[in-house]
């Protein structure tokens, strides 16, 4: 489970045996028919799969590309991750396990988990920074109406990277019972292949959908990059296609400012997470305007990418992306996660500078969970 040596499990040895046993589960059960199965059915009828290709016709006219966006904000709960934690509770469900944990950050995770437990009738119980808990009250309240337990994390910056440590830590000492359902491409193998092969069914629509609808595929895919999920997602079916890779990482106050949640533009190799990727340096602060980005890693196959060169890795600021979050909402009345949106921002750059002629965006979800957020910036 390594990425050119990035990824691998970097774990204490008592995590060593249930990672392996995890891994020989996953890779025995995953391409069962009946998984698949179940799995296809729950997708289509229970998350809303497969989603709609909407070409953005009023985008492209005013940049003067064809700019289509993946609909994943369309899926049940408001975002991709429902992708990846219906595939994960079948696998837990199956592995006999009575209890999902999770960590969250923009709370689309954790309700997407809490979905998935209410659903098979496993008890959930989802970590979250107490700063998080605190932007994303939307999504606090609908896990505690599905049932789930929400652990407010208040260690560290009480941040996204503090609700994996404390996940990790209940994974560590109830692994009998309890899967450790991981939101994002992150961890020791084999979570970032697990999550990344849930979320390929985006990229593997859209190739499809590009196909039937334009007769070619697109020049360029565009997505955010928090621990790295719905972009892999899309990127991962696409990889021996003769098409651009764009991931708009979280640029925070920006370059120099000392805090942006950027690991892949503007971080180094380190090990986090039982995972060796890209992280952003000790004198940085992870930030970003959007909850789902606030993350000092990223998962080890974008940084494969960015090592072999095979996708361009742009830190998009808060700023920027609350521009496009905007320009959106107004120009298409569709309104973006605000991590969503810097992959908005940077297909619209792209799109400007006449790079490409068509640019396919994954709007991996809804900002509904947003508008707390956005009234403090936009005075409407
Ligand atoms: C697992 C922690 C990340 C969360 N969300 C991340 C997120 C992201 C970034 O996560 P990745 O796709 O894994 O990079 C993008 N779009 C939306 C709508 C998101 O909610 C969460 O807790 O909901």
């Known amino acids: 489970g390594t990425f050119d040596g990035y990824g ?21 059960v995953a391409n069962t028919e009946s998984f698949q199965t179940d799995l296809r059915d729950l997708l289509e009828t229970f998350a809303g799969r497969p989603t709609p290709l ?22 049940h709960g408001g975002a991709h991750k429902i992708n990846n934690t219906l595939g994960q509770a079948l696998l837990a469900e199956r592995a006999g396990k009575e209890r ?7 709370g689309q995770h954790g309700t997407a ?14 970590y979250m920074g107490k700063k998080d808990v605190e932007r994303q009250k939307m999504n606090v309240f609908r896990m505690r109406l599905m049932g789930a337990t929400v652990n407010e994390v208040t260690r560290g910056g009480a941040g996204l990277a503090d609700a994996v440590d404390a996940a990790l830590e209940d994974m560590a000492e109830n692994i009998e019972d309890t899967h450790y359902l991981v939101g994002s491409v992150v961890g020791p193998d084999p979570f970032p292949r697990m999550v990344r092969d849930f ?19 697109p020049d360029a895919a565009v997505a955010c990059v928090g621990g790295g999920s719905n972009a892999i997602g899309l990127f991962h079916p696409l990889r021996e296609d003769d098409v651009a890779f764009y991931g708009a990482e979280g640029g925070g106050e920006g370059e120099g400012s000392g805090r942006h949640a950027a ?28 909850a789902g980005l606030d993350y000092p890693g990223v998962g080890p196959e974008h940084a ?11 830190a998009v600021t808060d700023d920027e992306a609350l521009a496009a979050f905007r320009e959106l909402a107004e120009t298409e009345g569709i309104i973006p996660a605000l991590e969503s949106s810097h992959g908005v921002a940077l297909a619209i750059e792209l799109a400007e500078h006449g790079e490409h002629d068509s640019i396919l965006v994954n709007l991996s979800g809804r900002g509904d969970k947003d508008m707390e957020t956005a009234a403090e910036h936009f005075d409407l």
């Open 8 to 28: 691998g499990r970097h774990v204490p040895d008592a995590l060593e045996a249930p990672l392996e046993h995890l891994a020989n589960a996953y890779d025995e």
């Open 199 to 217: 979320q390929s069914v985006i990229g593997e629509e859209a190739r499809q959908q590009m196909l039937d609808r334009t007769g070619s595929l």
């Open 263 to 290: 690991p892949l533009a503007e971080g180094e190799d380190e090990v986090i997470h039982g995972m060796k990727t890209r992280v952003i340096d000790t004198e940085t602060e992870v930030h970003s305007v959007s």
């Open 113 to 126: 988990t809490a979905m998935a437990g209410a659903l098979l009738g496993l008890d959930t119980e989802i």
């Open 304 to 314: 494969m990418f960015r090592a072999a060169g095979r996708a361009e890795y742009t």
């Open 54 to 75: 909407y070409h953005a016709r009023n985008l492209s006219e005013r940049y003067g590309a064809d700019i289509y966006l993946k609909r994943e904000d369309l899926l």
């Open 100 to 106: 999902l944990i999770a960590e969250t950050g923009a």
